[in-house]
């Protein structure tokens, strides 16, 4: 396969990602935020409430167009894309992306139509209804997105049919309810809830800034801080979890997030570091560091409760550690292709008729088949992700994320204490943390996809394997149309936020031409 | 209940959902057909105004049941999935663009600082009214006519073709078909606007609109619907499962199996009747246009699909080698995959009970100017 052709349409995929992950969070935590102040307008029957619901709701509908409009991308990309991954595992990953048509998309459409034009139309409770179905069912669209993504990242469930040549379903609950699927879906959730609080408090806090609408931010202030303070705390259970499941499941990628060459029991984590530019995977190493600040013992804790416990590192996953028992890659290379021979040997003589030969090749392929994906590697420094941009990205989420609570805790304090007057540092901060709130989620995605590769299924295909074939040219100009149409529209869908934002709300809720 | 069910009958239960969603999907394009008509229709600012937010409350349904329609068929069949979207490659990537484009534009097309302009936002509505529409049909139509690909031994496809699914546009039959889906869409549109907007002017124009698209629309599937019984069709032996070219194919398919005779028919029926009564009976009947020729669309639109998949048809042919078309037995999940999502189709009545219950609510009333000045969300 043209290694270019691999590289554009893993490039393809990426964009549309990143491009869609710019909306979906704000989605995510704003439909939440949206049915609060609702459901305080319909406790209190207060029309300030009302007007400040239907004030977010806008920015809320302008936002949802664009993430509808990037995602419809991603479901049909696995196709054009990737097909050959398509059908490798489309008996599993097919089944979420269509439950998540049935379920969930309906669901967000069907009630976003009577959140937006129901006010007049239909009862309060509905219209209360619907604004928290439509919460619900961008939710639940997230589970099984997310639900998909994290069965490509730990297979589960499934069993090899070498007659059909594909992973096929055996247990739905497990896909469903796998540990790093429930714990995928939370982090992520709770990752967008965290954004749209920031958000809120961010917009409200210009509006402080300019001595507008006071009672709006306020009240935004105080809903937002709350549920972001409350999500910040769900979202460290959640992402220490995360570590430890990664610790065990993907521990290349552990590994490469930390940049541990080697392993080593009391193994410290690096809090702050800055990695030398230059980085072969051959000779890169500790030493690499240009700096750091460590936590002793902390990362053997991080990654299983226990300070004295081995972690392993990059030399020890790719060489090999006979001591803690840990295989090197070249013999899963090995195997893998041991296996990869022994399907098509099957293939082979199931055609024509040798019983004998394809039962002898099913029992190789079945003893090689937990590293056939390792057989289509072409040696061991591809099974190393990108260490640099895993290890950035996730210090500069964990970062982000803890600045964020701080946020969290002083808008509370001021909003609750009612000394949000003249506050330019808090409002100047405020704002700037909304930029960073994007980056943060987005340097999680970093750490989740950068950090498999080149993995599409983790040690089961490689994305070398899983590509459609097509002309490296074709993907080049789709990825340049991609990147031409969502620029221009994230350029247009950030122009209206900021007109909106500074018309502010008018009487009626909203502002129009 | 559904584990007991034979493979075989499991994989003709989801044809029938991905029929069922296909056709409610080009029942659903009214609102494609309705965004070319908006400059035809309305002939102001008002006027489109109307014409745009009255379809702006129904284009996410069309787009969620074509993202259904996308997984469920992902779901079902894979081998399709990664056939035709990996190598009618530039088809799909058209389909995509044009629905890109869509999904921004009611939500942009009257924000302040919209940065591309209203008449932007108008063009895309019109591109994917007519690029989505016409390339969708034209789609479909390939289930009839086939498709250069080959699989291998490890069901992985290639296409043979350096255009990648661009041909398809080559074949008359093809052409036919999307052409019909395009006409279509217009004449559902102006049924649904005749019923749902309050506008003396509008309604005087999309009287007159009707027979413009509906003697088109006929035109242009009548065509394919020649081309499609007299051809020849891809059979597929029962026993050897071997794919051959068998004369009258179709034809043969809608007299072998005459609940789809009788459901095809049904639906042309209703499609002119739902056609005729509103352009001859205005005054007295036009309200319920929409809905016969809405449900005479799903139920063509849907023997359609079974006149391709059933009866020992291959859906997705290959020209290339007959040996590598797709069949609802070959390009199918296991019989696991397809049990697990038979439990979750089971939802698919209380999705269509609460979508039925909303769209009511929604459009009791006529969209007229006054609802747009009290209205706090315009498109």
Redesign the interface.
């Known amino acids: 396969m043209d290694p270019s052709l691999i590289d554009w349409s893993r490039a393809q995929f990426a964009l549309t990602a990143i491009y869609h992950w710019f909306f979906v969070p704000l989605t995510l935590g704003l439909s939440f935020i949206i049915a609060f102040m609702e459901t305080m307008y319909i406790r209190t029957g207060d029309e300030h409430w009302k007007r400040i619901t239907?004030y977010w709701?806008?920015l809320f509908?302008?936002n949802?167009?664009?993430g509808?409009?990037?995602?419809?991308?991603l479901?049909?990309e696995?196709?054009?894309?990737?097909?050959?991954?398509?059908?490798f595992v489309?008996?599993?990953?097919?089944?979420p992306?269509?439950?998540?048509?049935?379920?969930a998309?309906?669901?967000?459409?069907?009630?976003?139509?009577?959140m937006?034009?129901?006010?007049?139309?239909?009862g309060k409770k509905?219209h209360l209804l619907?604004t928290w179905l439509v919460a619900a069912g961008a939710n639940l669209s997230a589970l099984w997105i997310l639900v998909a993504n994290a069965w490509m990242q730990y297979p589960a469930g499934m069993h090899f049919?070498p007659d059909?040549?594909?992973n096929?379903?055996?247990n739905?609950w497990e896909v469903l309810f796998s540990p790093v699927a429930i714990n995928k879906f939370l982090h992520t959730v709770q990752s967008g809830y965290v954004l749209a609080s920031v958000f809120v408090i961010g917009i409200s806090s210009w509006y402080l800034l300019k001595k507008r609408e006071e009672m709006l931010a306020k009240r935004s202030m105080l809903v937002a801080g709350v549920f972001g303070l409350v999500m910040s705390v769900f979202i460290i259970v959640t992402g220490d979890h995360s570590a430890r499941l990664m610790a065990k499941y993907q521990p290349v990628k552990f590994a490469a997030m930390e940049n541990l060459y080697e392993g080593q029991t009391h193994a410290p984590l690096v809090a702050f570091g800055m990695l030398k530019v230059n980085e072969s995977m051959e000779e890169h190493k500790k030493e690499d560091f240009i700096f750091k600040l460590e936590i002793p013992n902390f990362l053997s804790y991080m990654a299983f409760l226990d300070a004295n416990a081995y972690v392993p590192g990059i030399k020890d996953l790719i060489h090999g550690n006979p001591e803690r028992n840990i295989m090197p890659t070249t013999e899963k290379i090995d195997k893998g292709r041991v296996a990869i021979s022994a399907?098509k040997t099957y293939?082979e003589a199931k055609?024509s008729g040798d019983t004998a030969k394809s039962d002898s090749a099913l029992t190789l392929l079945n003893a090689n088949f937990n590293h056939f994906g390792y057989g289509f590697l072409k040696d061991e420094h591809e099974a190393i992700p990108p260490i640099k941009l895993t290890f950035y990205s996730f210090r500069i989420m964990v970062g982000l994320g803890f600045l964020f609570v701080l946020l969290f805790i002083i808008s509370l304090w001021l909003v609750l204490k009612n000394k949000t007057a003249n506050k330019k540092w808090f409002y100047y901060s405020a704002i700037c943390m909304i930029p960073l709130a994007y980056l943060a989620t987005q340097m999680g995605w970093m750490v989740a996809e950068v950090g498999r590769q080149p993995w599409i299924i983790q040690d089961v295909m490689p994305v070398s394997a899983a590509v459609?074939?097509?002309?490296t040219g074709?993907v080049q100009v789709?990825f340049v149309?991609f990147a031409i149409?969502f620029t221009?529209?994230l350029?247009?869908?950030i122009?209206?936020l900021?007109?909106?934002i500074k018309?502010g709300p008018k009487e009626?809720?909203?502002?129009?031409? | 209940m559904f584990e007991n069910l034979s493979h075989l009958a499991l994989q003709q239960y989801w044809w029938v959902i991905v029929s069922l969603l296909g056709a409610l999907l080009v029942f659903l394009l009214f609102v494609q057909g309705g965004q070319t008509l908006i400059y035809r229709l309305g002939k102001d600012d008002l006027q489109r105004t109307l014409l745009v937010n009255v379809l702006g409350r129904k284009w996410e349904f069309t787009f969620t049941t074509l993202v259904t329609f996308g997984g469920a068929f992902f779901a079902s069949f894979p081998l399709f999935y990664s056939t035709s979207f990996g190598g009618a490659y530039w088809v799909w990537m058209l389909i995509l663009f044009a629905f890109v484009i869509q999904a921004v534009s009611y939500e942009f097309r009257s924000k302040p600082g919209n940065f591309l302009g209203k008449r932007t936002y108008e063009t895309f509505l019109f591109i994917n009214g007519l690029v989505g529409t016409v390339l969708l049909g034209a789609a479909v139509s390939t289930f009839f006519t086939g498709s250069s690909f080959s699989v291998n031994e490890n069901n992985f496809s290639q296409w043979e073709t350096p255009f990648h699914g661009l041909e398809a546009a080559l074949n008359i039959q093809n052409l036919s078909l999307g052409l019909a889906v395009f006409f279509l869409s217009r004449t559902l549109a102006v049924l649904f606007f005749i019923q749902n907007v309050n506008h003396p002017d509008i309604m005087v124009r999309a009287r007159k609109q009707l027979l413009f698209d509906a003697i088109p629309f006929l035109v242009f599937f009548l065509t394919f619907l020649a081309f499609l019984l007299l051809k020849d069709g891809f059979a597929v032996h029962p026993q050897t499962k071997e794919v051959f070219m068998e004369p009258f194919k179709y034809l043969h398919n809608l007299l072998q199996m005459p609940v789809v005779a009788i459901l095809f028919l049904s639906g042309v029926v209703l499609v002119l009747i739902g056609i005729l009564r509103t352009a001859f009976c205005f005054e007295k009947c036009s309200d319920y246009g929409i809905w016969l020729s809405g449900t005479g669309t799903v139920l063509v639109v849907f023997s359609l699909f079974l006149l391709a998949g059933f009866n020992h048809t291959a859906y997705y042919p290959s020209v290339f080698d007959l040996q590598d078309s797709l069949t609802i037995e070959n390009s199918s999940s296991s019989h696991y995959t397809l049990t697990a999502m038979s439990y979750v189709s089971l939802f698919v009545p209380l999705v269509l009970a609460y979508i039925f219950f909303t769209w009511r609510a929604l459009t009791r009333k006529r969209i007229d100017k006054s609802e747009l000045e009290q209205e706090s969300h315009i498109y």
Request: charged residues 15%.
């Open positions: 239907k709701m806008t509908g302008i949802f167009a664009i509808v409009a990037t995602g419809i991308i479901e049909f696995f196709g054009t894309n990737w097909s050959n991954y398509s059908w489309g008996d599993i990953f097919g089944a992306l269509a439950i998540e048509g049935i379920l998309f309906f669901l967000e459409s069907t009630f976003i139509a009577v937006f034009f129901g006010w007049n139309k239909v509905f619907s049919n059909t040549a594909r096929e379903m055996v739905f399907l293939k055609k459609s074939k097509l002309t074709s789709t149309l149409t221009v529209l350029i247009a869908d122009k209206i900021l007109t909106q018309k009626g809720g909203t502002s129009h031409v």
